[in-house]
């Protein structure tokens, strides 16, 4: 059966401007190339389409259309493929929308803003990005000063932040206009200012200290007087961003529990997390949002080095009470090694796990370095441990890598999955977190779930990974890191896909089964 795909990127490039670059890194971390405009292919027909990105930067995001083959090829890279009932359904992909996100998303014009957007999330002309990651009150990507929800003391002055309303609101209004089943993961950096006490760099456990009042914005711990409040404050924020017709996934209950440092931040060792979320938990049941996962930690593989907090959430997990309302855990990439999730997915087959945030930026960027390890690591290797989805960092700054906290702490080198130009607002440049996205976003739907895979051993530096789609279509995912090209056959009962992966590269694909 042969079915009709787009070129995702046909819309866009008519529109926007866009600045094409050969991949290799220069000397300010950024790419190096020149600037021109892609033809605009036409839409073809045919059994498979399959997503390219090189690491040289010679194919980016290359749509090619191809027929099966006949069954019975006698490759040794053949793949043997099934189904597999036990499979944890995925969520999705996708990038944080922080204010500073939706401040340039605002400066660009109507018409290329639509364009843009639609080519992220559309489900029928674009990429299908189901999953974004949102701050609960500021993050370091906030345009001016820190703030939450409730500055004011009091539950009872609980009300919408001026720079959400403003900015945050009107993109996710045209993201959900595009795409109304895109999900949202909520995260926070820190609890309203009246609710924390302790000092800075604090991580005891004495009760007067925890309820001195410590009205800064980094640092600090919540009050344990104040958890009722603070669970309160969680259920307003999700009731009026489900008002606004915004899908609140999961919340996290403070994003990088273990850092002091951020410009906004509050720490909360697991023993303040398990006691917290036996209070959280029941105030979300009582609300009637139950529907709405609440996930553990939200941190670094390593956990900071910090050797009282290694099993992070598997001390709350070993708590029954807490154990009942944790749905999972999330994950950052800024210290350790994704195998980290070998432990907590052995531990707790049955509790789900998302990576929620890494970025690029001038400490780490080089595109071909970034491009296959990212995939690799974050993207497959979550998926391989029955992760459920992944959001990067930050979905648009500008060249200058803006708009960000003028505060100490906040991070002034990150670049976001695209950068656009300052000066007009309308030229952009895909960075290597936009490909890692479009690769798993064009062929990975949500409700997926990973295929066993079998027969074919990939050499090292190859990854595979397959995915049954609700609509019968199958995903396949490679990364090859080796300086090799190769061949990868997969192979079904009545046809096979020969599927050319270049070296040093990414390819997605994607065809209905028959």
């Known amino acids: 059966m042969k079915f009709r795909i787009r070129l995702l990127l046909a819309a866009l490039v008519c529109a926007i401007p866009v600045a094409c670059h050969s991949g290799q890194s220069g000397e300010d971390g950024g790419e190096t190339g020149g600037t021109g405009q892609p033809e605009t292919p036409q839409p073809a027909v045919s059994d498979v389409v399959a997503y390219t990105t090189t690491a040289d930067g010679r194919q980016l995001f290359i749509r090619s259309g191809f027929d099966f083959a006949k069954p019975g090829s006698m490759s040794p890279n053949q793949v043997r493929y099934e189904a597999d009932a036990s499979a944890k359904k995925i969520e999705g992909f996708g990038l944080a929308v922080t204010t500073a996100s939706a401040y340039n998303l605002l400066k660009m014009t109507k018409e290329d803003r639509k364009a843009f957007l639609t080519e992220l999330f559309s489900p029928t002309e674009g990429l299908g990005s189901s999953l974004i990651r949102v701050s609960i009150g500021a993050s370091d990507f906030c345009l001016k000063d820190e703030y939450t929800w409730c500055d004011e003391k009091g539950m009872e002055n609980f009300a919408v932040a001026a720079e959400d309303r403003d900015y945050l609101f009107p993109i996710l209004k045209e993201i959900y206009s595009i795409n109304p089943d895109v999900k949202i ?50 259920v307003e924020w999700i009731k009026t961003m489900k008002a606004q017709g915004f899908k609140i996934h999961a919340v996290t209950m403070q994003n990088e529990p273990l850092n002091h440092g951020n410009s906004m931040s509050m720490y909360m060792p697991w023993r303040d997390q398990k006691e917290f979320i036996k209070v959280l938990g029941p105030a979300l049941e009582k609300a009637g949002l139950s529907d ?54 052995a531990a707790y087959p049955e509790k789900d796990i998302y990576f929620t945030e890494a970025s690029i930026g001038e400490w780490n960027y080089k595109f071909d370095f970034c491009l296959l390890n990212d995939f690799s690591s974050i993207f497959l290797g979550t998926l391989k441990r029955g992760g459920k989805g992944v959001t990067l960092w930050n979905l648009m700054l500008d060249d200058k890598n803006g708009p960000y906290s003028p505060h100490n702490g906040s991070c002034k080198t990150c670049y976001g999955g695209v950068t656009i130009s300052s000066s007009d607002y309308r030229t952009i440049k895909r960075n290597t977190h936009w490909y890692n996205v479009a690769h798993a976003s064009a062929v990975v739907k949500p409700g997926a779930g990973m295929m066993k895979i079998s027969g074919y051993e990939p050499p090292s530096g190859t990854e595979v990974q397959m995915f049954a789609n609700p609509d019968g279509t199958i995903g396949a995912l490679v990364c090859n890191k080796s300086s090799e090209d190769r061949k990868v056959v997969f192979g079904a009962d009545s046809y096979t896909v020969n599927l050319n992966v270049p070296a040093k590269s990414i390819v997605s694909a994607l065809w209905k089964d028959k």
């Not at 640092?219 to 958890?227: E, F, M, N, W």
């Not at 001390?315 to 950052?332: C, L, N, P, R």
């Open 292 to 345: 709405v996962k609440v996930l553990l930690f939200d941190h670094n593989y390593n956990y900071d080095d910090k050797s009282d907090q290694i099993n992070y959430p598997l001390h709350i997990y070993a708590d029954k009470e807490a154990y009942e309302w944790a749905d999972g855990s999330a994950w950052h990439s800024y210290g350790g090694d994704v195998s980290e999730l070998d432990n907590i997915a």
């Open 185 to 234: 993961i909520g995260s926070p950096w820190s609890c309203p200012l009246w609710m924390k006490g302790g000092y800075y760099g604090y991580e005891g456990y004495d009760q007067a200290t925890l309820e001195k009042d410590f009205p800064n914005w980094t640092s600090g711990r919540l009050k344990p007087s104040c958890y009722g409040a603070y669970a309160s404050y969680f």
